[in-house]
């Protein structure tokens, strides 16, 4: 049975639950990411919550060359993840913006983990402040690009959280 801890997070058996939040967007879906993240750190890892970034996948990619050319500040702050992130510690996601104010709507978040090896759409002189790692993925996919990316992910949220949290 779980018992709590001050910082709210509980124990079960042995395992620290760390509460991650999965953004999907229209490269790679939040339940890729979900699979994951339950093969590389256990079916009992979680809780996770997912949530889509919203927009059309015209809209989504004109966002993302918006962010490679002026940066995370240069585009809509993503409400519904600000409204989505609540108590996670962990956001794992592709290309969604992650500006201040997702960050400052995460007032337990420790990790950001980006399934692709730019970070430019990560505030990271933001997170920087506020204590929160980022991550990204390298190398190449050798399998599909989505799978690929949620593998890693999920490896990358898996050893940044428990070093993170630890």
Not at 13 to 39: K, M, N, P
Not at 64 to 77: D, I, L, N, S
Not at 99 to 107: I, R
Request: proline share 4%; with cysteine.
């Amino acid at each position: 049975m779980p018992h709590s801890l001050q910082t709210g997070r509980e124990l079960r058996g042995r395992e620290l639950l760390v509460e991650t939040l999965v953004v999907g967007d229209h490269y790679v879906a939040a339940d890729h990411y979900v699979r994951a993240l339950r093969e590389v750190c256990g079916a009992d890892f979680g809780p996770v919550r997912t949530v889509d970034w919203g927009g059309t996948k015209a809209e989504q990619h004109e966002v993302q060359g918006q962010m490679e050319w002026r940066g995370v500040a240069a585009v809509p702050v993503p409400t519904e993840i600000v409204d989505a992130v609540g108590e996670a510690e962990v956001l794992t996601l592709h290309f969604a913006p992650v500006p201040a104010a997702v960050l400052d709507a995460g007032k337990r978040l420790r990790a950001v983990v980006v399934a692709r090896a730019g970070l430019e759409n990560v505030d990271i002189e933001a997170a920087t402040a506020r204590g929160v790692a980022v991550s990204g993925i390298t190398g190449r996919p050798i399998l599909g690009r989505s799978e690929q990316c949620s593998r890693r992910s999920g490896h990358q949220a898996c050893g940044r959280t428990r070093g993170a949290l630890a």
